[in-house]
């Protein structure tokens, strides 16, 4: 592409004109980019998740080693050298296929919690916003409650009830990351509520909950984006925690927690074995709260030209 | 000529204030009426009174013969609309023009809204260049253009106007106010408008009405207004005031 096209594509982006919906979309969408992209450390963020992204796509093909078989025999707690990069655990199974598999399991449990919670809480938060009265009062308060469990041990109870297994600590996980979300959209929701545009939709006589889909929605989820993305190293932390106390993730499962837990009896001597783990949990979650911080100043609708 | 609006010993309360002591009023059809008075007088609740955006405690209002219960139907926004002091505060921050222009008639399930849409722009004397730009790509003028453009979409009869140039500067003020002239003759609308400016209101209006503290004070033809025949002592302060501030000695 020669540069006079990209310039005119340029111009075409922030044209003060649109000259149709799609122009006007993709306008505003490369703003946002560019205020992104010029922030050097959230684009380090961005490139850590794109490459989780890859390596948990490409993890078949990437890993060496299976991530489950290792070789009893002549190859326990090896030290990393050039067959076996990061070492090799007590059964003898290669440290670095074991963190390019467990990159799914991460992965796996980040989206399915922001899947569940994020909409939950999203929509417990601006109904009680819009509604006010004693339907506020009601999901306020049940949100309240469980605002004020510790996370972990509430996650602990879930997963003792329903038996251990990974599906059970994204379902526990969710369950105790909701309430945040929902008090931030309530709060948003609370800021608009009076405000004269919707008062104007008010009067077009649309209905609460077109008012608060089309109209409210939008204007919260920004930010909810944003504490989403910085809650995602807090839910992988929360996921290897569940891992490491044996009721997340059950072996063997090549996930981050559970490496680290089973790796903790050997940690003086072979600190690969738990190292390796924790430093992947590490990157990752220093990638998604760089992402977070970015997306802020880049989402953020009080900042820029709103 | 019969009543658009009619209001009748209205009363509003928030928390305990009553922002509206008992005022009655009645806009004939076709006609322009305008409210004065300070801020805090109730005028701009009167408005809201009338759109089902405030308390109603007691009295009543009807709307093309029909009496109006708490809750408004569909119909009746396709009668009444309104239009918003703040242009920077009405129009949604993260919907372009042509979404903002869609929604009502989305709502009310109108099958032509490309036609309309380029037709509401042509009105308001914004071309379709304006269609898809958001709403910080665009002057308080421009704005309340496109606020007017909302309100006319679902062609209502009455259309209320709170103080709809008074965020805007002189010259964007006249334009804006010509316009609202122009649609109200062509649509024979009927205008429930409320200013401080006595000027503005003695120029849209034909008739309009003195408010203090939630209470109506007097009311009065324009050409009163204009010849000074008023007959209370707080009309005068207002016209004094109106005249601005006279150096004496």
């Known amino acids: 592409m020669s540069a006079d096209t990209i310039e005119s594509r340029r111009a075409w982006l922030l044209s003060e004109r649109p000259a149709s919906r799609m122009q006007a979309r993709l306008g505003r969408a490369y703003v946002a980019w560019r205020r992104f992209s010029a922030n050097r450390l959230a684009f380090l963020g961005l490139l850590i998740i794109i490459s989780l992204l890859v390596i948990a796509a490409l993890a078949g093909v990437l890993a060496p080693y299976s991530p489950t078989f290792g070789d009893l025999k002549g190859s326990r707690l090896l030290a990393p050298c050039a067959e076996h990069w990061f070492g090799t655990d007590d059964l003898g199974r290669d440290i670095l296929s074991r963190i390019l598999y467990g990159s799914r399991w991460t992965l796996y449990v980040v989206i399915l919690v922001a899947v569940i919670a994020a909409p939950v809480g999203l929509l417990v938060g601006t109904v009680a916003g819009y509604a006010g009265g004693w339907i506020d009062a009601v999901l306020m308060r049940v949100t309240d409650i469980f605002l004020a469990f510790p996370k972990l041990i509430l996650a602990l109870a879930f997963v003792a009830a329903l038996g251990p297994g990974i599906e059970n600590a994204v379902l526990a996980i969710a369950i105790t990351s909701w309430p945040p979300y929902a008090r931030i959209a309530r709060a948003e929701t609370l800021t608009v509520r009076n405000s004269d545009y919707i008062k104007a939709v008010q009067l077009m006589g649309a209905s609460p909950f077109r008012i608060v889909l089309r109209h409210i929605m939008p204007l919260c989820i920004s930010s909810l984006i944003v504490r989403v993305t910085l809650d995602m190293a807090g839910i992988i932390l929360t996921a290897a925690g569940l891992g490491f106390l044996g009721l997340g993730a059950q072996p063997p499962l090549p996930e981050w927690g559970t490496m680290i837990a089973s790796g903790r009896r050997f940690v003086l001597d072979q600190w690969w074995v738990a190292g390796a783990p924790g430093f992947a949990i590490l990157i990752v979650s220093l990638g998604f709260n760089l992402l977070g911080d970015g997306l802020r100043d880049a989402l953020d609708p009080r900042s820029g030209d709103q | ?249």
């Not at chain 2, 806009?27 to 801020?39: D, K, P, T, Y």
């Not at chain 2, 380029?118 to 665009?138: C, I, K, T």
């Open chain 2, 1 to 249: 000529m019969t009543a658009a609006i009619t209001v009748d010993g209205l009363e509003v309360i928030f928390d305990r204030f009553r922002a509206l002591k008992g005022v009655s009023l009645e806009v004939n059809s076709g006609e322009s009426f305008g409210l004065v008075g300070e801020s805090g007088s109730g005028k701009s609740t009167l408005l809201r009174a009338i759109a089902g955006l405030a308390p109603v405690a007691s009295g009543s209002i009807t709307v093309n013969g029909k009496k109006l219960g708490a809750r408004r139907d569909k119909a009746f926004y396709r009668e009444v609309q309104m239009v918003f002091q703040d242009p920077y505060g009405s129009l949604h921050p993260r919907q372009t023009v042509d979404r903002l222009l869609q929604e009502p008639l989305a709502i009310h399930g109108f099958a032509d809204g490309e036609k309309r849409i380029q037709r509401a722009l042509d009105e308001v004397g914004l071309g379709n260049g304006f269609r898809f730009r958001y709403s910080h790509q665009l002057s308080g003028g421009q704005r309340q253009r496109v606020a007017i453009a909302r309100a006319l979409i679902l062609e209502p009869s009455i259309l209320l106007l709170d103080e709809p140039t008074s965020a805007l500067d002189a010259s964007v003020q006249a334009e804006v106010l010509n316009l609202l002239e122009e649609v109200r003759r062509r649509r024979k609308l009927t205008f429930l408008m409320v200013s401080h400016d006595l000027a503005i209101i003695t120029h849209m209006c034909e008739r309009l009405m003195v408010m203090q503290s939630g209470k109506a004070v007097e009311s009065l033809s324009a050409a009163q207004l204009v010849g000074h025949r008023v007959t209370e002592d707080y009309t005068r302060n207002l016209l004094r005031a109106s005249e601005g501030f006279v150096r004496t000695g």
